[in-house]
């Protein structure tokens, strides 16, 4: 059974990342969606708030699961039996970050393959980053991120 692992920070969750889950949900048996403590950015929500929101915008998929963890994605993928790393990408300025992280992994894991698939032109335009500006001076972000992110993104900067 051939299985993919989609990591991220997830923080929030957008339509991009969605596409890409889904896409990859078509091509492999399983995706394991990993959300990713990342200590060199200051997360808006916590893992459990950023898995529970994945659990809800990705109900509609038989085949993935999500999971947390803090730890070296290289580790994670070995536990699970995972040998593809599948991420989106959406610009050149993605690639030169993503193909590092790639190498860094086969480095650490050797048979530990990345892939990439481009984002849908749809959302390429999307960041977690951009999401959160507009929604902390009040802007709809309705349409770019699943009900579920906007609901959550509305309650944390109207506080
Ligand atoms: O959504 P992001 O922030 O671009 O995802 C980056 C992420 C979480 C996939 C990356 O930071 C990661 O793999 N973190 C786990 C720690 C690790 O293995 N670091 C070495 C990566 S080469």
Redesign the pocket.
């Known amino acids: 059974m051939a299985k993919a692992l989609c ?5 929030p969750p957008t339509n991009g990342h969605i596409d890409v889950i889904e896409r990859t949900a078509r091509w492999f048996d399983g995706v394991v969606v ?1 959300v ?3 200590p ?2 200051e997360a808006v929500f916590s893992l459990a708030e950023r898995t529970e929101m994945l659990s809800e915008a990705l109900e509609h998929i038989d085949n993935v699961s999500i999971e947390s963890f803090d ?5 994670f993928a070995r536990e699970r039996g995972v040998g593809v790393i599948v ?1 989106g990408l959406r610009a050149v300025s993605d690639f030169e ?1 993503e193909l ?3 190498q ?2 086969a480095a ?1 894991s050797p048979g530990l393959d990345t892939m990439f698939v481009t984002a849908n032109p749809s959302w390429a335009f999307l960041s ?1 980053s951009l999401v959160k500006q507009v929604a902390r001076y009040g802007g709809s972000v309705d349409g770019l991120v699943p009900p579920v992110v906007s609901k959550a993104l509305v309650e944390r900067f109207s506080r």
Do not use: E, H, I, R
Request: no cysteine; proline share 4%.
């Open positions: 990591p991220g920070s997830f923080d990993a990713v403590a990342n060199s950015k730890g070296l994605l290289v580790d991420k970050y590092q992280m790639a860094m992994n650490l977690s």
